[in-house]
Structures are given as C-alpha cells and as structure tokens.
C-alpha cells in the first residue's frame, strides 16, 4: 500500500469561489482570485486538494442535487483540470445532520478512508465556525480564511488566520518546509 499523503480539506463556497447564498445556479459561480495557482501549488507539492461541502438548500428545497452538480461541474470548469482530487458533499439539513454535516468530521474521515490521508499532516481551509470544527474533530490543523463569512467567524478553532485561500495556501505550504 502507498504511504499516506497529506491533505488540504477544503470548504467551497465562501472559501473558493463566491457564496451568494444558497448556490444553485451554476451563472452565479465565481472563483476567487488566486484559488487556481494555489490549488496547483498545493498539488505541486504532494497535498491532496479535497472538497468537503455541507448544502443543505437541497434538503430545505432551494436546489435539486441536479443543480448542485450543475455547479460543481461549472465550479471545477473554471478552476482548470487537476486542480481538486476529490468532492464530499452533505445535504443534510442543520435539524437532521448526520455526523458528516460540518461540524461533524464525517466528510474528511470518509476522504481519508478513501484516498489514504495523513489526517496528522493535512489541514483544513474554510470561512466557518463549523469548518475549523470539523477539523479539529478530524484531527486536522484548521485555517480560517477572512472571506465569505469569515469576517465575523470566531476563529479560537483556527490555528491561522488568512486573508484568503491563496494567503492560506502559502501558509501551509511554509509550514510544510519546517
């Protein structure tokens, strides 16, 4: 068996691309500046790129899983190809969460299951409260990144802070070389 490998679990909108709210519509994605060539830098260094996202307007009725993977797709479109090596998604409402809504660990688990990640050597990037949590209960190292709702997120789960992704890409990747 291949030996583990590190990870960057990450949180998609509001962390990479735009968060209009309950995103449906695959015209309403917008990656953030930046997200592209700190994904490839990640991946060029040996981290697995993950995407771990909770999308509950499925279960409350404001998007089908036809549009959440018509966005997905048109998400992963604008990003270039290579860039994610993995999608976990959770469409539990907050009322009837399973633990792998974020703040449950249960989307990196499975990932690390699946994929052979070194939960001790990978992080986890996201604007909320619920996803430096799940990190945390993952065993993961959590940045909070200051976009979507990360402006008013407490950050006491968080063991960085960044303006950005590409800001806490560069983070990790220093980390890496100490």
Aim: charged share 25%.
């Amino acid at each position: 068996m291949p030996p583990f490998r590190p990870a960057v679990f990450l949180d998609r909108d509001g962390t990479l691309m735009d968060d209009t709210g309950y995103v449906g519509d695959p015209a309403e994605v917008r990656i953030f500046d930046g997200v592209p060539d700190a994904l490839a830098a990640l991946r060029a260094r040996g981290f697995l790129t993950v995407i771990v996202t909770n999308q509950s307007g499925i279960a409350r009725g404001k998007f089908s899983l036809a549009d959440f993977e018509a966005v997905h797709a048109s998400f992963l479109h604008l990003l270039g190809p290579g860039l994610i090596d993995a999608t976990y998604m959770c469409p539990d409402h907050p009322d009837t969460a399973t633990d792998r809504r974020k703040p449950g660990p249960g989307m990196l688990l499975e990932g690390a299951r699946d994929l052979g990640i070194d939960l001790a050597r990978s992080w986890m990037v996201g604007d909320r409260a619920g996803d430096l949590e799940a990190g945390r209960r993952a065993g993961v190292r959590s940045i909070l990144v200051r976009t979507g709702e990360g402006t008013g997120t407490d950050s006491s789960a968080a063991v960085h802070i960044a303006a950005d992704f590409p800001a806490a890409a560069k983070f990790i990747l220093e980390s890496a070389q100490s």
